[in-house]
């Protein structure tokens, strides 16, 4: 994300701080994202693997509506989060297949 959005970014990480690998890896990450000036950590995000599928739609929507457009990237423990927020990313204007753009599908 550093090298990709020439260390400019906001970054949303989701975790599971129940599993300690997760966790561990989560928080390797964002402390790489922070030695970067320009790269902001704008939330990070503990959604239990358990509740992806129920929580990450109004997640989504809550994070759109707090960030807006400073949300560009988002990385997760596991592939599932992205599963489940693709239709709130889509109805809220956001290409979900690369950067978050909005308007651009």
Known sequence: ???????????????????????????????????????????????????VSARMPQEVSSLL???NNSWTYSVAINDVYYENAAAALRAGGVNASGPLQRGRR
Not at 22 to 42: N, R
């Open 1 to 51: 994300m550093i090298a990709k959005s020439n260390g400019n970014a906001g970054v949303v990480i989701f975790t599971d701080s129940s599993i300690p690998f997760a966790e561990g890896k989560s928080q390797m990450i964002k402390k790489e994202l922070e030695t970067c000036s320009g790269v902001k950590v704008l939330d990070y995000d503990n959604v239990p693997l358990s509740d």
């Open 65 to 67: 509506s707090k960030f």
